[in-house]
């Protein structure tokens, strides 16, 4: 247990904007808050303990060899990772120390691919050895993951690719049929811009589907009022004055409207309260809606899933 010990200090002393976050709760000393950040990592994930010392070394290094260059790690760590702060290591270590407890070559490596193209990062993760030769790195995939590294305790197939189905479905990303952000073109009407982690990370099921739907419901009722407001106006610009802010797309929606999509601060990052107030919707009626609809659209949802990949339906969940 000691060998374990020492390496859980030796990473988290080099999450230096995590000590000084959590300095405060301490007396002030750096080595009160590296005991915080040590009793926070493992409070959270308790089996960290029971990891071999090798398992702890060969996912640190991997996690230095993202942060760094590209360059292979040192048999002790990686050294051009060493003097930087908040690495890459100690940001999962205290955010996500599940994390090492996953498979490298199953699990943590072919998330560390997609992601790395999704976000464009040139780091190859597969090839990663050390015995291999030096690779190519970028600092993206890296800087997307220390932001919010809970990310990779999702599985890809269960969690992220339908996530970020979701958002390619919507309009958020332009993404081709491996999943892939296509080459934006000039002509688009708005930015697809990249998913930021924290937003692929929301929850697709009891969050981003229920809200996106109550908006559509939503926008219908507002769009059957429109038309009946309208009916009686003369004046062209009192209707253009009548427009909707957010303008969700539709079967319905005319190939040359401008499509005004909600901001995903508020439809994957805010509270219900502050999407609901944000967004001047009732939040007793969306509370009521998200009960009622959750079962259904994530049986909806795993059904065509099921229909695609053949991936089994989660019908205890979908019951609840």
């Not at 010392?53 to 991997?62: A, E, G, P």
């Not at 996530?163 to 919507?170: D, I, K």
């Not at 009521?288 to 099921?306: G, I």
Request: aromatic share 8%; proline share 6%.
């Amino acid at each position: 247990l000691k060998p374990t010990m020492q390496f859980l200090r030796d990473v988290l002393k080099y999450g230096r904007i995590e000590l000084k976050r959590d300095n405060e709760k301490g007396n002030g000393r750096e080595e009160d808050a590296s005991k915080i950040l040590l009793r926070k990592c493992i409070l959270k994930h308790p089996q960290i303990l029971a990891l071999s010392l090798s398992n702890l070394l060969v996912k640190r290094d991997y996690f230095d060899y993202i942060d760094s260059d590209g360059n292979l790690p040192a048999e002790d760590g990686d050294e051009s990772v060493k003097g930087k702060k908040n690495t890459l290591a100690a940001r999962i270590l205290v955010s996500a120390p599940s994390t090492y407890s996953l498979s490298l070559k199953e699990n943590i490596i072919p998330k560390m691919e997609y992601l790395g193209s999704l976000w464009g990062s040139h780091t190859p993760a597969a090839s990663y050895s050390k015995k291999s030769g030096n690779g190519s790195g970028g600092s993206s995939l890296s800087d997307n993951l220390r932001e919010y590294p809970q990310i990779l305790t999702l599985s890809k197939e269960g969690n992220i690719i339908p996530t970020l189905s979701f958002y390619n479905m919507t309009g958020y990303v332009d993404l081709d049929t491996h999943g892939l952000p296509r080459k934006q073109q000039s002509s688009m009407t708005h930015a697809k811009s990249i998913i930021r982690s924290r937003y692929i990370a929301t929850s697709l099921y009891n969050r981003l589907l229920p809200r996106w739907h109550f908006l559509l419901e939503e926008q219908d009722k507002q769009q059957q009022l429109l038309e009946q407001q309208l009916e009686s106006l003369v004046d062209p610009k009192s209707k253009e004055a009548s427009s909707p802010k957010y303008i969700i797309p539709t079967p319905k929606t005319s190939p040359s409207s401008v499509v005004a999509l909600p901001p995903l601060h508020l439809l994957a990052g805010a509270s219900d309260d502050v999407f609901c107030r944000q967004m001047k919707l009732s939040r007793e009626g969306y509370l009521a809606f998200k009960e009622e609809a959750v079962p259904r659209l994530k049986f909806s949802s795993q059904f065509d899933r099921w229909l695609k990949t053949g991936r089994p339906i989660d019908l205890i969940s979908s019951e609840v």
